[in-house]
């Protein structure tokens, strides 16, 4: 039986490329506090997802709470946060999101991100009953478990106000950016495919938003700091 040297081997398992996260907030129910002040006292630390902490700040007086929003069914007077639009069949109210439009909101998101207006939660099941963005903005951040390369965030309904971005590796500040007005239910994916070896990033709105998804794979660096180890657990 033929068999494959051992650094041949060793050579492609290290130079095989890790393949991008495709991260979008499935899985948690509408409602559901991931980093802040929980209903009826308590505070959820972030960590319901893989390979990042999320943690917030809440600017518009409302509680310092990250929570998930349904895009399929709005709730708290925000249709502007529906995906898809309208227009392409879907919950979405709002301008900036209709077919043709460069906010052009065709694709059902699902599960959102935002920070938390209130956090009311009347039949003490622990949810939030009527997720709602904070009109006041607020700061979503993402803490990586390793240097990452990004690609791009997609971010729903920035409408008349900012969006900022402000990204953090090993060293310390790597880069910022920022988003565009598109209109009332806008969608828009943001390229960040410039920044790599982050390890953290910050999404600053200045009123309403929330994020759809975000991707990004192991940096180059995050590789050669692992390698050997990897090597050992598998061979």
């Excluded at 999101?97 to 939660?121: H, M, T, W």
């Excluded at 180059?220 to 050992?232: E, G, Y």
Aim: proline share 5%.
């Amino acid at each position: 039986m033929h068999r494959i040297p051992f650094l041949v081997t060793l050579l492609l398992f290290l130079t095989t490329p890790l393949y991008a996260t495709v991260q979008d907030f499935s899985g948690p129910e509408a409602g559901t506090v991931i980093y802040g002040e929980i209903p009826g006292g308590g505070f959820a630390t972030g960590t319901e997802f893989d390979d990042f902490t999320i943690s917030g700040l809440n600017n518009g007086g409302g509680p310092e709470s990250i929570i998930i929003f349904d895009s399929s069914s709005p709730t708290g007077g925000d249709p502007d946060l529906g995906t898809p639009n309208v227009t392409c069949g879907g919950p979405g109210i709002g301008t900036g999101g209709e077919v043709g439009q460069p906010g052009e909101n065709c694709v059902a998101r699902g599960n959102l991100l935002i920070v938390a207006e209130d956090i009311g939660d009347g039949n003490g099941d622990g949810l939030v009953d009527d997720p709602d963005d904070e009109a006041g903005g607020g700061v979503i951040r993402f803490d990586f478990d390793f240097t990452v390369d990004l690609d791009h965030i997609v971010i729903i309904d920035i409408d008349a106000e900012t969006l900022d971005f402000e990204l953090n590796g090993p060293d310390g500040y790597v880069g910022a950016g920022s988003g565009s007005d598109l209109g009332d239910n806008s969608c828009q994916v943001i390229d960040l495919s410039d920044f790599e070896n982050v390890t953290s990033l910050e999404v600053v709105f200045s009123s309403s938003g929330a994020i759809a998804e975000l991707e990004y794979r192991e940096s180059d660096t995050a590789i050669d700091d692992s390698s050997w180890d990897r090597v050992k657990v598998r061979f």
